[in-house]
């Protein structure tokens, strides 16, 4: 078990303190608890004492077997929290941009297989140089990096982790919204550049790349981004980054099959990233039009 998961469930207000007070409320020995469930007695006590994870059906069993069933959705709730962990970009850039990209090299590094949906800006893992360097001012100008040279720094690291995309022995799923590829984090050419690269990537043989044109009409909500490395899902926040494991992740998982649903893949991608860059082409190139976005 891990200590920080285990740390947070036997917490005053965690879950297994939670499962533990309802059976001393209830009148209920461990041993009896067992019976009813028809578990070991030994599970209600790792459970109590934070050496066992229970499971959502564990969890809904437990109350009910307690006349506790007004309380499963709370319960369910700290559930959730016990698999998550959460970092506030403060504490995560407190050594740098730098750092933090090399932390998430490592991450790509141990999985095999990332899966990152995208709603606002291109992965990480398939960004130019040039388009991160944007990107990291932006990050740069809301959490307060140290200077302007972190800038390049986090560039370089991130492309560093984008050639762990042609290893061949990883599987890769990039799944983006539309507005990926028109807005402009970045100046025109950089963009431009930065489409070219989305091109080459998408004819990988270990890339799935896909994307939700723009009036699809959608079964499954769009809430935010969030990557899937194996078991493991981060999703970022303007003041912080949440970390998930089990049953929470699998719902992450399960979210991003059905939104493969809606995508287009292949040739139809392309053709979606191929209008883009002509589009930004034709702005640069027309005067005109320029002067009347100006």
Not at 18 to 24: F, K, N, P, Q
Not at 33 to 55: F, Y
Not at 154 to 174: N, P
Request: net charge negative; hydrophobic share 45%; with cysteine.
């Amino acid at each position: 078990m891990n200590p920080n998961l285990k740390a947070k469930l036997i917490a005053p207000d965690g879950l297994a303190t939670r499962l533990r007070v309802l059976r001393r409320a209830s009148d209920l020995s461990g041993v009896r608890l067992a019976a009813e469930l028809g578990w070991q007695q030994s599970k209600v006590s790792r459970i109590e004492t934070g050496d066992q994870m229970p499971s959502s059906a564990d969890v809904r069993a437990w109350a009910q077997a307690c006349d506790a069933t007004d309380q499963i959705g709370e319960l369910l709730d700290l559930r959730i929290l016990a698999e998550s962990n959460q970092t506030t970009w403060r504490r995560r850039n407190r050594h740098g941009l730098a750092a933090v990209q090399a932390e998430f090299n490592e991450l790509v590094r141990r999985s095999e297989v990332v899966r990152h949906f995208e709603t606002s800006v291109v992965p990480g893992l398939l960004q130019t140089w040039d388009y991160t360097y944007w990107v990291a001012q932006d990050v740069i100008r809301l959490h307060g990096a140290r200077d302007t040279g972190e800038a390049a720094a986090m560039a370089d690291m991130r492309q560093h982790r984008a050639g762990y995309v042609h290893d061949l022995s990883k599987r890769f799923e990039f799944l983006l919204a539309e507005p990926v590829l028109r807005w402009l984090p970045c100046p025109a050419e950089v963009m431009i550049a930065q489409l070219d690269r989305l091109l080459s990537v998408s004819l990988l043989p270990n890339v799935r790349l896909g994307v939700i044109p723009l009036g699809t009409r959608l079964d499954t909500a769009v809430q935010n981004s969030f990557v899937v490395y194996d078991d493991i899902v981060r999703v970022d926040t303007y003041v912080a980054e949440d970390e998930y494991s089990g049953e929470a992740a699998m719902k992450y998982a399960m979210v991003l099959d059905m939104l493969w649903q809606e995508a287009v893949e292949g040739d139809d991608a392309r053709q979606l990233i191929i209008k883009a860059a002509a589009d930004l082409r034709q702005e640069q190139a027309d005067p005109i039009h320029i002067a009347e976005e100006s």
